[in-house]
């Protein structure tokens, strides 16, 4: 474990991200050039009026939650159902994959990412119980590289405690 300050601690992260949909099969969501992990909680003040002027005396959390962000390079039908809520592929008239645009109200599952940079410490995530929609619009026609964007509202986990769980590999601190 390196300590701080040490500039080995300075990480360009990479990894590569992973989707168990709830009674089906681990997948690879494929190229992810974004994913964000948000904890947000919501606290509740209080103030003592005992003096001239309110002064906060007291916050305590009310709610926490988690929210995953992912951004996806790979317009697979797949990564297109999670956007777009679909019900599971069929194949169509053409032979291609095929789902129906908002027949689902959710996709549950669980979420992993697994650390793969070369620059600092890897970061791996597990979120066993997510729940994916649509964040952002599928642009059909552009001049840039498509993205599809997918949100997760990640559960608490009463099993564990928690909403999922980090490891960190460090950077090793050179030795002169």
Known sequence: MATSPYTGN???????VKF????????DLGNAPEIELTPAVEK???????????????SVVTEKTVTLRIV?????????????LGDALTTGTS????FGIGAESEILGAISITGTNDIGSKIHLALPNVSFGPSGSLNLISEEWATIEVTAEVFWDETNGNF???EVDEVEEATA
């Open 10 to 16: 300075y990480s360009v992260l990479k990894g590569i």
């Open 20 to 27: 168990t949909p709830t009674g089906g099969s681990e997948r």
């Open 44 to 58: 509740l003040d209080h103030f003592s009026s005992r003096a001239g002027v309110r002064s906060k005396d007291r």
């Open 72 to 84: 996806l390079d790979e317009l697979t039908a797949e990564n297109l159902r999670m956007m777009l």
């Open 95 to 98: 032979g291609n994959p095929g």
């Open 164 to 166: 999922g769980t980090v």
